[in-house]
């Protein structure tokens, strides 16, 4: 289903963004249980993610993965789960994110202010354009569109809620992981002369994709909704591909950026 492709990898965002925050650790298996809990009811029926487009070889391993990673859950095996190839990988990364580097006091910029007042504004007005068309809504809600847009398959309004609250979810783990730039995994060697630049660098892409996802998840909020109440037959054409642009750019920006900063 096209909600549950999609807030898969939402919801381990969040987890990565806690794992990469010392004082937060303890959240982690809170947030681990979440996330199985929230696919418990797409697991009967489709393949996990992470097995999608993958050769058969190699489809059953990773769905024995996939069930081992739900045994440890359940098991509430905390130190399995972390030990699972897939969250291993970040594992990694965040070790060597854990390199101690000096906090600074770096004031937001004009362009931080504008994209933090975005996002907030973005969160609550899903919230409230959900609380009141709530009521009007059918039973039966698009829950997947291909990729021409058009809705090919449908299921319960309770739906739109959980995507609702992915959103916020998304919106605090990328602030929080925003207050803490000394702690990033940097893609070029920090020093004294600069590593000022390079945390507000960073800074700025975090808090740029937070605007940028939240939007997006607003935005498909809202199309979903019209398509369910007849207003609309599909999602926007030009979705996709300007969603795909601006997040890429904003990433390719960073590294270049980044690179000439170094």
């Known amino acids: 289903m096209f909600l549950s492709n999609m807030i898969s ?3 381990m965002c969040p987890i990565v963004f806690i ?9 982690t298996h809170a947030l681990l249980v979440f996330f199985v809990a929230t696919l418990q009811r797409f697991w009967e029926e489709q393949v996990p993610l992470f097995v999608i487009g993958l050769p058969p070889d190699r489809k059953k ?5 996939h ?4 045994y440890y859950i359940q098991r509430r095996d905390r130190q399995k789960i972390l030990e699972m ?4 990988m970040f594992e990694k990364i965040i070790k060597s994110a854990r390199k101690k580097q000096p906090k600074l006091e770096i004031p ?11 996002a907030a504004v973005a969160v609550a007005l899903v919230f409230i354009y959900l609380s009141t068309t709530w009521t009007g809504l059918p039973d039966k809600v698009p829950t997947h569109f291909n990729f021409a847009g058009t809705p090919d398959d ?7 809620l959980l995507l609702s609250g992915i959103t916020f979810v998304l919106y605090a783990g990328l602030s929080i992981l925003s207050r803490f730039p000394h702690i990033y995994n940097y893609p070029f060697a920090i020093t004294d002369v600069n590593r000022q630049r390079q945390y507000l660098l960073a800074r ?9 996802l939240v939007c997006v998840f607003v935005f498909m909020t809202w199309q979903t909704i019209g398509v369910a109440q007849g207003k609309a037959e599909n999602l926007t054409g030009w979705f996709m591909p300007v969603f795909l642009v601006v997040v890429l750019g904003t990433v390719i920006i960073y590294f270049v950026k980044a690179y000439r900063a170094r």
């Open 154 to 160: 449908w299921g319960s309004k309770y739906s739109l």
């Open 108 to 118: 937001r910029t004009r362009l931080e202010i504008y994209c933090e007042v975005v």
């Open 67 to 70: 069930e081992s990673f739900r």
């Open 61 to 65: 391993s990773n769905r024995s993965a």
């Open 85 to 88: 190839p897939f969250l291993n």
């Open 19 to 27: 794992r990469l925050i010392p004082f937060l650790d303890r959240a």
């Open 9 to 11: 990898p939402c919801l």
């Open 204 to 212: 700025q892409m975090i808090t740029a994709l937070k605007a940028e």
